[in-house]
């Protein structure tokens, strides 16, 4: 068991096209988004192993010597064991958890316990430590904040039980891991995953994990060429809404006029494409048109989903506000409110940004102004992170 602070980072994701397209066997891109999760993972002797969660208001802490005692067989063996909700009871159990508990601070809880008691028990005793996770990220906005609290306690744990190396050489500011390493790190989180949500994708934990874009389809998830980081703005409206009701409107309406809406869906499958291409090319030598080409397929995509019925007042009026600003948004995720996405150009005046953002909050809505195709999981040096984080992490 390694004795150092450990500090990881884990990004967080939005949809860039192919949102309720990609439920019909589409293409859909999801980009990491460069609003980070951040784990301080400190070890000591005390006989206990304890998780804040601040931004959630959770503290807890369980004795160690009880913890070995369970009998975790139940677990199975490997990152390739099958988590069933018989086993998500137990842990339940373990946490004295009622039955019914779904709401999110206990499920983060049950995600913690499932890591812990399955990565550590390798070890020769259950090792005590501290883990405080602190994120950017608004949780429950459809911008992947479980997968990343998951990505980074997985990384986190293996690294301390050294089941995989700590990648951060001395007077580095931070590091990744190897690709192998990489691919340990995901399959233990998309468990977390499925703790937390049941029956994830995969695609969330997946682009917290490699960074990047990543493209999905029917299950089968690849990395692009990593493009350059498109700067962003990201609007939560704020709007409560249901992704199931909303991919339930879809199909119904799909049923409903199929040589209208089957169309639409392939359309949006080539407005995806076409986005793929031009980023590939950007990895390579990003110019102006490639932003303009960017704009064009954000707003036909735009439209596309309000002819779906997944638009709102709100995500139309993000959208003219933005306009007004020789802005370019969309919705990502569900629609239905929920969030919106802005590109911003690199040849943007800075006044014009600062006039949208400002007239984005004059809206009620929380904007961020910050960058997608982001780096995925990380370790850090603690003097490269900033003091706000810093402060965050040493609530311990």
Not at 99 to 104: F, I, L, Y
Not at 204 to 209: F, M, R
Not at 345 to 364: F, N, Q, S, T, V
Not at 367 to 392: K, M, N, R, Y
């Amino acid at each position: 068991m390694s004795s150092e602070v450990l500090l990881v980072s884990a990004p967080g994701k939005v949809i860039l096209h192919g949102e309720h397209a990609v439920v019909h066997g589409k293409v859909a891109l999801a980009v990491a988004l460069n609003l980070r999760t951040f784990l301080r993972l400190q070890t000591h002797s005390n006989g206990k192993v304890g998780l804040s969660l601040p931004n959630i208001g959770v503290r807890r802490a369980w004795d160690v010597a009880s913890l070995q005692l369970l009998d975790t067989s139940f677990l199975g063996h490997g990152d390739g064991a099958v988590l069933t909700p018989e086993h998500v009871e137990k842990l339940k159990e373990v946490a004295g958890f009622p039955e019914d508990c779904v709401d999110p601070e206990r499920l983060a809880v049950l995600a913690f316990l499932y890591l812990y008691l399955s990565i550590c028990r390798g070890q020769r005793a259950l090792p005590s430590l501290d883990i405080t996770v602190w994120s950017e990220l608004p949780t429950g906005a459809g911008l992947g904040s479980s997968a990343a609290y998951s990505v980074c306690l997985a990384a986190a744990l293996l690294t301390a039980c050294e089941e995989i190396p700590n990648p951060l050489k001395d007077g580095e500011a931070a590091s990744r891991w190897t690709e192998q390493n990489l691919e340990l790190i995901n399959k233990w989180a998309f468990q977390g995953e499925r703790v937390i949500h049941g029956n994830p994708s995969g695609v969330d934990n997946a682009v917290s994990t490699w960074g990047g874009a990543l493209r999905y389809q029917q299950g089968k998830i690849s990395s692009l060429k990593r493009p350059p980081a498109l700067k962003i703005l990201l609007i939560n409206t704020k709007v409560p809404r249901s992704t199931k009701a909303l991919v339930a409107n879809v199909r119904s309406r799909l049923l409903k006029f199929p040589e209208i809406v089957a169309p639409l869906l392939t359309s949006i499958d080539a407005i995806s494409l076409e986005c793929e291409r031009v980023l590939g090319e950007m990895a390579v030598a990003p110019t102006p048109e490639h932003y303009l080409v960017l704009e064009e397929l954000i707003d036909m995509n735009q439209h596309h989903l309000n002819a779906l019925g997944v638009g709102h007042a709100s995500l139309d009026q993000l959208c003219q506000v933005t306009t007004a600003h020789g802005l370019h948004s969309k919705l990502t995720g569900a629609g239905g409110g929920g969030c919106g996405i802005t590109l911003l150009r690199p040849d943007l005046p800075r006044p014009e940004i600062e006039a949208a953002k400002r007239a984005l909050r004059d809206c009620g809505f929380d904007c961020w102004e910050t960058s997608i195709g982001a780096p995925g999981v990380s370790v850090h040096a603690a003097t490269s992170l900033d003091a706000s984080v810093q402060h965050a992490l040493d609530s311990l």
